[in-house]
């Protein structure tokens, strides 16, 4: 399979760039994405191989680009040719551009294999039709190295678990890889293997898995948890190598394994007062964990700064019908918890999540608009990302979705619209496609605006009173901070919306929608052919 004169093989693994400019793309070239930087770790520590990750939506400055988008692959391959190339299928919106590398790989005789969470069901063949000799499923660094051993043994890759694959014609499947539960025994990720990209935030974990079961999303099962020992030397690592400063813990849900969160806490806390210097630390949690004071009070002291939490919608007979059982006061409380014991707090909202059989809510979208924006506002938010839902394959939204015949065909709405910035399903009524995106795009303009560009200039200009007039100086610098900090934030923030909207305007995205519609009723019947 390779070539037996190579004294050392060379393993590429590609985060594909997002198909156009959205609301990530500036997050995206700061940091990477976790997966393929453990998978480049394990395989590099292999004695046959070196290994590399190439993330196309952070290239920095240096990087080799291509004039059509993403990394220019001609050149990186005449610069270090790969033997294999590994292909990051975590964001469905990605995929489009995925089988373009793949193909630009495979052509050129170089082995390729993807992984992530859009591989399932009939996506497999699909994939395995695009320039992908093998698919990975579940998590990637054992199944990963096990197959490029095999491959350069020449053994039969059958006896590799977690593998789909072309075997005359027909995809072939070997039997399920167990998860990984011995977190001790991986390596910890090797950063420095990203090439060209400048890294700000750095993307570390714990917790594998969420028991939330949430409809609409693909992370699932009993949650597998790492010490706290590893999480910390992670962080340990990262800042005494790279002098990172900026982490975002990845974890689903932070805060499971109470006791043990609390121990990483103190540790975390206890770590940076041994090197004289304060990190900062993002996290994704649940709104009810505002009611534990002592885990509240240790997040603060071990530097996490950002709380990311999930609303899903501030509208009582929505969280009813979706059978969220709170009530958008309670939510508001809560947040506000939140905001006192000193956290920014990031909202994250879904826009007209499709009901189940037999539920009415027929509110008008401008309505709903309304809400949202009261909302946000009591809730004093610091940032919101409002998304509309994304039936993301193998999902039980999906699912459902699909027995309803209301997914528009990817023909009609390719996958590069998978991103929750579009809508790809007939909608409840009364809402229709056309005013789901719209009310995204007004809720998110209302919040992002130009107008703060002249409230920088204020916040700037108030510093020095707040210097003259406050004795308390630490506190008086942190709501200086918070100030300067989201109005900043917020002028950027309109500019990503104001670009997105006009490279919008020039697609052809609402043109589409009108015929997947069409489609959409004739195969229910609705429309005579």
Not at 35 to 48: I, S
Not at 183 to 209: H, Q, T
Not at 441 to 450: D, L, N, Q
Request: hydrophobic share 40%.
């Amino acid at each position: 399979m390779f070539d037996p004169l190579h004294k050392r093989l060379r393993f590429r693994i590609i985060v594909p760039s997002y198909p156009a400019f959205n609301i990530y793309s500036n997050i995206a070239s700061m940091t990477t994405s976790l997966g393929p930087v453990h998978v480049a770790t394990n395989v590099n520590k292999m004695g046959q191989w070196d290994a590399e990750a190439v993330d196309e939506n952070n290239l920095g400055l240096h990087g080799p680009r291509s004039p059509l988008g993403g990394a220019d692959h001609e050149s990186l391959q005449r610069q270090r040719p790969a033997d294999a190339v590994g292909l990051y299928g975590g964001l469905t919106s990605t995929i489009p551009r995925l089988y373009e590398i793949a193909r630009f790989y495979h052509d050129r005789g170089v082995v390729t294999m993807a992984g992530g969470q859009h591989f399932s069901g009939d996506n497999i063949r699909d994939a395995l039709l695009n320039g992908i000799d093998y698919i990975v499923s579940g998590e990637g660094e054992e199944a990963a190295r096990e197959l490029l051993e095999a491959l350069a043994a020449g053994r039969d890759v059958g006896q590799v678990k977690g593998l789909a694959y072309l075997k005359d014609g027909q995809v072939t499947a070997t039997p399920i890889r167990e998860k990984l539960s011995d977190f001790d025994r991986l390596p910890l990720p090797d950063f420095s293997l990203v090439r060209y990209a400048r890294l700000k935030v750095y993307p570390v974990e714990r917790i594998r898995g969420c028991g939330m079961d949430c409809e609409f999303c693909t992370v699932k099962g009993t949650p597998r948890a790492a010490c706290p020992e590893r999480l910390l030397e992670q962080i340990r690592s990262l800042a005494e190598t790279r002098d990172a400063r900026h982490f975002f813990i990845v974890d689903d849900l932070f805060g499971q394994h109470r006791a043990e969160t609390l121990e990483f806490c103190r540790n975390l806390k206890d770590y940076q007062e041994l090197i004289g210097k304060r990190l900062d630390f993002t996290v994704q949690i649940r709104l009810d964990k505002a009611r534990d004071t002592e885990l509240l009070a240790a997040m603060r002291a071990a530097s996490i700064n950002m709380v990311c939490i999930g609303f899903e919608s501030p509208i009582a007979e929505e969280l009813k019908a979706m059978n969220k059982q709170i009530r958008p006061e309670d939510m508001l409380a809560l947040a506000n918890i939140f905001r006192r014991s000193g956290f920014l707090v990031h909202g994250m909202f879904i826009f007209g999540y499709p009901l189940r059989e037999g539920v009415r809510f027929d509110m008008p979208a401008l309505e709903r608009v309304k809400r949202y924006r009261a909302f946000i506002r009591a809730a004093r938010l610091d940032t919101i990302q409002v998304l509309l839902p994304v039936p993301l394959p193998g999902t039980q939204l999906s699912a459902r979705l699909k027995r309803q015949n209301r997914i528009y065909a990817i023909d009609d709405v390719g996958w590069e619209y998978y991103d929750g910035n579009f809508p790809i399903f007939e909608p409840d009524p009364p809402l229709t496609a056309e005013s789901m995106q719209m009310s995204q795009r007004r809720i998110m303009v209302s919040f992002y605006r130009f107008s703060y560009f002249f409230s920088i200039a204020l916040d700037v200009l108030a510093f020095p009173l707040l210097v003259f007039f406050i004795h308390d100086m630490h506190l008086g610098w942190r709501q200086w901070y918070r100030c300067w900090r989201n109005d900043l934030i917020r002028f950027m923030g309109w500019t990503i919306v104001r670009e997105w909207s006009l490279n919008f305007r020039k697609g052809m995205f609402l043109q589409n929608v009108q015929r997947a519609r069409e489609h959409v009723r004739i195969l229910n019947g609705l429309v005579r052919l």
